[in-house]
């Protein structure tokens, strides 16, 4: 998997979950637009690109609706005992966020917490608070356009190996009809070759 390559190197990488909303908000804020621009790699979160590229099959739905990259991609940071920093825009969220990833990985290292808000310095501080720690990963749940805009003043500030908006993608509500349906009926090879060929095809749908 090119993303565990990258993360043992010690590359940067940076991935955005895309709707909808956020594609609407790239037209018009050039902030936002250059943020996804500069994301190494997106993963659609919304039916509504698949259509709108006219890439809307049943296994591109399914892949969406059951959020294989996602699952796959954390279940190896839970298995490799990555350090993770998790991020939202206020405590609340933040602990939503946190029972969200340990609901789904229970063995999941979660070694920080940090809320942005719009509290003066809150940014500078957010920053300090993540490179303390120094994660491997940071789990954003900031909704947009503060995630993108977070991403790209601070990317070069950020001592990580892997950012994942994550953002305020709805199936977090959601989250144990999520694991039974994952866990029930998605067989683990066929999710393995899906993480191995999804970044090639989602990085060039949008």
């Known amino acids: 998997m090119r993303v565990d390559r990258r993360i043992s190197e010690k590359i940067l990488t940076t991935i955005e979950e895309v709707n909808m909303d956020t594609l609407a908000l790239a037209e018009s804020d050039e902030e936002v637009k250059q943020s996804l621009e500069a994301c190494d790699y997106t993963v659609i979160a919304d039916e509504g ?38 991020i939202a825009e206020s405590q609340e969220a933040v602990d939503e966020a946190e029972e969200f990833l340990l609901g789904l990985f229970d063995r ?20 300090n608070e993540i490179n303390i720690v120094s994660p491997d990963v940071i789990a954003s749940f900031l909704p947009s356009p503060s995630q993108e805009k977070f991403l790209l003043h601070n990317r070069e500030k950020l001592l990580m190996n892997l950012w994942y908006g994550i953002g305020n993608n709805k199936f977090m509500g959601k989250k144990y009809g999520f694991i039974g349906k994952i866990r029930k009926m998605l067989d683990v090879k066929r999710l393995t070759h899906l993480i191995n060929t999804y970044e090639h095809r989602q990085n060039s749908s949008i």
């Open 49 to 86: 690109i698949l259509r709108a590229v006219s890439a809307d099959t049943l296994q591109r739905r399914h892949e969406i609706e059951d959020h294989d990259f996602f699952y796959e991609l954390f279940k190896r940071l839970e298995r490799n005992d990555k350090k993770i920093f998790v």
């Open 108 to 127: 999941a290292r979660i070694s920080g917490k940090g809320v942005l808000d719009d509290s003066p310095g809150c940014s500078e501080n957010l920053v």
